[in-house]
């Protein structure tokens, strides 16, 4: 059964930092490239940040230099963290493994988490 788990969203004032976690099973974090989305109210899905199978990274222009994203093979997890956040950053965010990077970039991930709710005041 696959699944992916997302946690460590909250509420945070401007300028603070979370952790976002997402933890999967029925399938190995490593085999795909993985993603982190966001989904603010009235506004399209965005694509945070990819961290591809070479280990390689990329942001979005808005979460160059604040945020960062990071794997842990052996606990099947990929990791999210967020600094200097800002009231802009409030979404929904969701974990994602893509087929590819392509498939991340066009918004058609093979697995989706259920995302995990951050505001920022």
């Known amino acids: 059964h696959v699944q992916l788990v997302e946690s460590g969203g909250g509420s945070v004032q401007a300028g603070g930092s979370l952790r976002l976690s997402c933890t999967a099973s029925?399938?190995?974090?490593?085999?795909?490239?993985m993603g982190w989305y966001r989904r603010a109210p009235g506004k399209e899905c965005e694509l945070v940040s990819v961290?591809?199978?070479?280990?390689?990274?990329k942001y979005s222009e808005s979460a160059k230099g604040r945020f960062t994203i990071s794997q842990d093979n052996a606990k099947n997890a990929v990791y999210l963290q967020m600094n200097l956040l800002k009231p802009e950053d409030t979404a929904v965010y969701c974990c994602?493994?893509?087929?590819?990077?392509?498939?991340?970039?066009?918004?058609?991930?093979?697995?989706w988490g259920q995302g995990t709710q951050v505001t920022v005041s």
């Open positions: 029925g399938f190995t974090v490593d085999a795909f490239d």
């Open positions: 994602a493994a893509g087929g590819s990077l392509y498939d991340l970039q066009r918004v058609r991930p093979k697995y």
């Open positions: 961290i591809s199978t070479d280990g390689s990274t």
